[in-house]
T-cell receptor, first 114, second 119 residues
Framework: AQKITQTQPGMFVQEKEAVTLDCTYD???????LFWYKQPSSGEMIFLIY??????QNATEGRYSLNFQKARKSANLVISASQLGDSAMYFC???????????FGKGTKLSVKP | DTGVSQDPRHKITKRGQNVTFRCDPI?????LYWYRQTLGQGPEFLTY????????KSRLLSDRFSAERPKGSFSTLEIQRTEQGDSAMYLC?????????????????FGPGTRLTVT
């Protein structure tokens, strides 16, 4: 079964508007971490934001925030005030405490329109 | 500094040849990971090391693949008898893990990747 599901293959957003990228996950572990990475066309994976399963507050990093709904097993990324440079692939990932590696979703391609 | 570096950035090889990639992690990081990413997919885990010990290997890592991290610093990933299906981006990442930190799960920092093309 897929552990990370990103249902939006592609998204468009107007510059300066906010956009939400969806991510749902599946795990039986109580302790886990959720991550979002950005991958521009250059190929490098850039860490954006992290949410721990025991964190009570939603994580925020600058224009990025993570809408964490534990009961629904969702960890959506919200990008506020989109910029042209935000155009990239975005990957949601999970690390279970019992594992060392990250499990990635298939990604969402975000295109920011001027 | 220095983030994670990988060498080479691109490699074109003929089917049946052996190739070796190198990864230099962030210096204070004790964990090092290898992932493979094919077109249109997210990265898939191959293997990871804590210091020099290889702690986990994915089923994706066939007998033709071998990884080492001999002194707990840089790592190499070798693919023997390459096949066209090995064509992919090979990503290396590193992170720190501190025993006793409980549920904290540390972010992994990725290198620029090595793009392998097998002709």
């Amino acid at each position: 079964a897929q552990k990370i599901t990103q249902t939006q293959p592609g998204m468009f957003v107007q510059e300066k508007e906010a956009v939400t990228l969806d991510c749902t996950y599946d795990t039986s572990d109580q302790s886990y971490g959720l991550f979002w990475y950005k991958q521009p066309s250059s190929g490098e994976m850039i860490f954006l934001i992290y949410q721990g399963s025991y964190d009570e507050q939603n994580a925020t990093e600058g224009r990025y925030s993570l809408n964490f709904q534990k009961a629904r097993k969702s960890a959506n990324l919200v990008i506020s005030a989109s910029q042209l440079g935000d155009s990239a692939m975005y990957f949601c990932a999970m690390r279970e405490r019992s594992q060392g590696n990250l499990i990635f979703g298939k990604g969402t391609k975000l295109s920011v329109k001027p | 500094d220095t983030g994670v570096s990988q060498d080479p950035r691109h490699k074109i090889t003929k089917r049946g040849q052996n190739v070796t990639f190198r990864c230099d992690p962030i210096s204070e990081h004790n964990r090092l990971y290898w992932y493979r990413q094919t077109l249109g997919q997210g990265p898939e885990f191959l293997t990871y090391f804590q210091n020099e010990a290889q702690l986990e290997k994915s089923r994706l890592l066939s007998d033709r693949f071998s990884a080492e991290r001999p002194k707990g610093s840089f790592s190499t990933l070798e693919i023997q008898r390459t096949e066209q299906g090995d064509s992919a981006m090979y990503l290396c990442a590193s992170s720190s893990i501190i025993p006793g930190q409980g549920a904290r799960v540390y972010e992994q920092y990725f290198g620029p990747g090595t793009r392998l093309t097998v002709t």
